[in-house]
């Protein structure tokens, strides 16, 4: 089992930037790659970006690519989220998601999905004020 745990949420003006964090405790080994998704207000929860754990690929969503940037410190299992250039649209409840390696053929065609993660953090509320 895999705990994930996000941090850095908070209150932006909009053009600001927020650092998201997020630590995974447990059996860390089992984590293929990870990723952010955000949830908005009465919105489906959306993929904002992922990264595979070995390689360092990445993914975008359309709507951040370019102001956002997944990145991974695997020696202290972390997985942040840079997020500049931050709009009203942005403000949502981010979540850190996991794959199990028993899920990453899925991951590699769907992982934009919310059908490949196997573990989901609580979330950190991010608001961008205009």
């Known amino acids: 089992q895999v705990q994930l745990v996000e941090s850095g949420g908070g209150l932006v003006q909009a053009g600001g930037s927020l650092r998201l964090s997020c630590a995974a405790s447990g059996r860390t080994f089992s984590m293929y790659a990870l990723a952010w998704f955000r949830q908005a207000p009465v919105k489906e929860r959306e993929f904002v970006a992922a990264?595979?754990?070995?390689?360092?690929?990445?993914y975008y969503a359309d709507s951040v690519k370019g102001r956002f940037t997944i990145s991974t410190d695997n020696a202290k299992n972390m997985v942040y989220l840079q997020m500049n250039s931050l709009n009203p649209e942005d403000t949502a409840v981010y979540y850190c998601a996991a794959v199990h390696p028993r899920s990453a053929r899925a991951y590699s065609t769907y992982y934009s999905d919310l059908r490949p993660y196997d573990y989901w953090g609580q979330g950190t509320q991010v608001t961008v004020s205009s």
């Open positions: 990264i595979s754990r070995s390689a360092g690929n990445t």
